[in-house]
């Protein structure tokens, strides 16, 4: 059975500092990892994907197999991240697994 | 319309009732899912629905009934519920791919209380 992990349910950090959500996985196979996002009053809705090794509002996520991890970060908040953040496992068979959630407020 | 939908956004039920959850989406996808949002928990999955066909029944008690009449609609029966079961139900839909899910495009989800 697949598991995901956000051992933070709150972070709060000031406009312009750093950001850095945790995500741990447990998963005997090969995985592909996810990051979604909900605004407030908004749907939830991808961020990024491992795979796709890209950049989406200056969020990166590299996965660590080795450490089982797919930490989320940003180098210079924006009030605008201010939103929960999801951390999903898909274990390829339609099984998208999703962490508890982490709550970020961005303070100005 | 564009996206996920779903009907109806707040549901206020007894424990007796009978009501039914609607989701469409109009994506072209083939592959719809049900989840359950609760407070401080993780968004539990329900039922997915893989070319009209149901793929995963993730151990869902036998009151709540799921529907895919095609691969655009997507329902969720719901018959003598219990208090815990007020949450919010969010229907999903993707795009079949061999290396599974893929991308999950949410609709605005359905709150529902049961008194």
């Known amino acids: 059975a697949q598991r995901v992990t956000q051992p933070e349910k709150l972070l709060s950090v000031f406009k312009g500092a750093p950001v850095e959500l945790k995500c741990n996985y447990s998963?005997?196979?090969?995985?592909?990892l996810f990051w979604y996002v909900q605004y407030s009053r908004q749907r939830l809705q991808l961020l990024l994907r491992?795979?796709s090794r890209e950049s989406i509002k200056g969020f990166t996520a590299d996965l660590n197999k080795g450490e089982t991890s797919f930490h989320l970060k940003k180098p210079f908040a924006q009030e605008e991240d201010s939103a929960m953040y999801y951390c999903?496992?898909?274990?390829?068979?339609?099984?998208?697994?999703f962490g508890a959630g982490t709550t970020v407020t961005v303070r100005a | 319309e564009t996206g996920v939908t779903q009907t109806p956004r707040h549901l206020v039920m007894g424990m007796t009732n009978k009501k039914s959850l609607k989701c469409e989406q109009h994506?072209?996808?083939?592959?719809m899912y049900w989840y359950k949002q609760s407070a401080k928990k993780p968004l539990e999955l329900m039922f997915v629905?893989?070319?009209?066909?149901?793929?995963e029944n993730n151990s869902v008690p036998s009151r709540f009934s799921p529907e895919c009449p095609n691969s655009s609609h997507l329902f969720l029966h719901l018959h003598t519920l219990q208090p815990e079961d007020s949450a919010l139900y969010l229907c999903?839909?993707?795009?079949?791919?061999?290396?599974?899910?893929?991308?999950?495009?949410f609709g605005e989800g359905s709150r529902l209380t049961v008194l």
């Open positions: 999903a839909s993707s795009q079949d791919s061999a290396s599974g899910a893929g991308e999950l495009f």
């Open positions: 994506l072209g996808h083939n592959a």
């Open positions: 999903a496992l898909d274990s390829n068979d339609y099984k998208l697994s």
């Open positions: 491992h795979i």
């Open positions: 998963y005997s196979g090969s995985p592909e």
């Open positions: 629905y893989n070319f009209k066909e149901q793929t």
